[in-house]
């Protein structure tokens, strides 16, 4: 069981909007930043967000990040089927000094 | 372009010992950490460690320390994960990724990716 916490999946229609959720702790997420991940089927897992809210350079603006306390949240605006994938949020835990992953979310585009 | 490129897929009888590699390009290899990311098949992502190579400061997460050791030759800009003894449990695809902190942030997060390393383990 992940220290993260993430819903194992999510389900929207195309064109629709969904927030994918990631809850942990104080001593991970509530004092340090989260980046989030795209793994589509068969490939290797791609970052979409970083530093909460950031997103690389090619990652279309549909793609949103936002923390509030122990909790951060991605959002996907105007799904697409191409965006059926899983996604992970990722933080570092000053308690224990390394890096965590959440146990990742299947979202399934209707 | 920031690359990292990982050895090729290994077959392993319980108990052999393995070493894989991640060779970086494109950025300075020297002065950036790199870490290791396990996916069992069908699995999530799992932390592994990470490493810098300017100074082999290595950081691991509980669940792999001990388990496996890494380590990295900055003259050959590569980083590595060893084991000494494999398991069928260690069979899983493994990923090396550039490992980023933020400079005023202090936040922490992986890119670019490795095209990933399927370790199989098998009698």
């Known amino acids: 069981q992940s220290v993260l916490t993430q819903p194992p999946s999510v389900s929207a229609a195309p064109g629709q909007k969904v927030t994918i959720s990631c809850s942990g702790s104080?001593?991970?997420?509530?004092?340090?930043?989260v980046s989030w991940y795209q793994q589509l089927p068969g490939t290797v897992p791609k970052l979409l967000i970083y530093?909460?809210?950031k997103r690389p350079s090619g990652i279309p603006d549909r793609f949103s990040g936002s923390k509030s306390g122990t909790s951060a949240t991605l959002g996907i605006t105007g799904l697409q089927t191409g965006d059926e994938a899983d996604y992970y949020c990722?933080?570092?835990?000053?308690?224990?000094?390394?890096?965590?992953f959440g146990g990742g979310t299947k979202l399934t585009v209707l | 372009e920031v690359q990292l490129v990982q050895s090729g897929a290994e077959v392993k009888k319980p108990g052999e010992s393995l070493k894989i590699s991640c060779k970086g390009s494109g950025y300075s290899f020297t002065n950036s950490w790199i870490g290791w990311v396990r996916q069992v098949p069908g699995k999530g992502l799992e932390w592994m460690g990470i490493?810098?190579?300017?100074?082999?400061?290595?950081r691991y997460s509980p669940s792999f320390q001990g388990q496996v050791t890494i380590s990295a030759d900055k003259s050959l800009s590569t980083a590595y994960l060893q084991w000494s003894s494999l398991k069928a449990s260690d069979t899983a695809m493994y990923y090396c990724?550039?490992?980023?902190?933020?400079?005023?942030?202090?936040?922490?997060?992986?890119?670019?990716w490795g095209q990933g390393t399927l370790v199989t383990v098998s009698s």
């Open positions: 530093e909460n809210n």
């Open positions: 990722g933080t570092w835990d000053s308690s224990l000094s390394f890096g965590l």
């Open positions: 990724a550039r490992h980023w902190v933020g400079a005023t942030s202090g936040g922490t997060w992986f890119d670019p």
């Open positions: 490493i810098y190579p300017g100074d082999s400061d290595t």
């Open positions: 104080s001593s991970n997420i509530g004092n340090n930043y």
